[in-house]
């Protein structure tokens, strides 16, 4: 079992940055896939970014490219998300999941077990 905390959340003008951190309770934290996603209300969740297990490989969906940086600290059980150029439209809450899933299915929010509360970040104009 993987206990996940999601922290960093905050209210941000928009044009600026923010990192996110999940904390895992698991010291095999470095066998899951870490990924973000997000929820606005009355919305579907959304895949953000997801790190391989070693750091191998990252993932971003379209709307992350360019602004949103994930990375992982497996000696530390902590997965990050630094988000810069923040718009209106990034205000929502973000949560971070891990599994050990196929990396060909990181995208897919079914295929992850463990799920952090999530954090709200708010970007003001």
């Known amino acids: 079992q993987v206990q996940l905390v999601e922290s960093g959340g905050r209210l941000v003008q928009a044009g600026g940055s923010l990192r996110l951190s999940c904390a895992a309770s698991?010291?095999?934290?470095?066998?899951?896939?870490m990924a973000w996603f997000r929820q606005a209300p009355g919305k579907d969740r959304e895949f953000v970014a997801a790190?391989?297990?070693?750091?191998?490989?990252?993932d971003y969906a379209d709307s992350a490219k360019g602004r949103f940086s994930i990375s992982r600290d497996n000696a530390d059980n902590t997965a990050y998300l630094q988000l810069h150029s923040l718009t209106l439209e990034d205000t929502t809450v973000y949560y971070c999941?891990?599994?050990?899933?196929?990396?060909?299915?990181?995208?897919?929010?079914?295929?992850?077990?463990?799920w952090g509360p999530g954090t709200q970040v708010t970007v003001s104009s």
């Open positions: 999941a891990a599994d050990t899933n196929d990396w060909n299915n990181r995208r897919l929010q079914e295929r992850y077990h463990y």
């Open positions: 698991q010291h095999t934290f470095s066998w899951y896939i």
């Open positions: 790190v391989s297990p070693r750091s191998q490989s990252t």
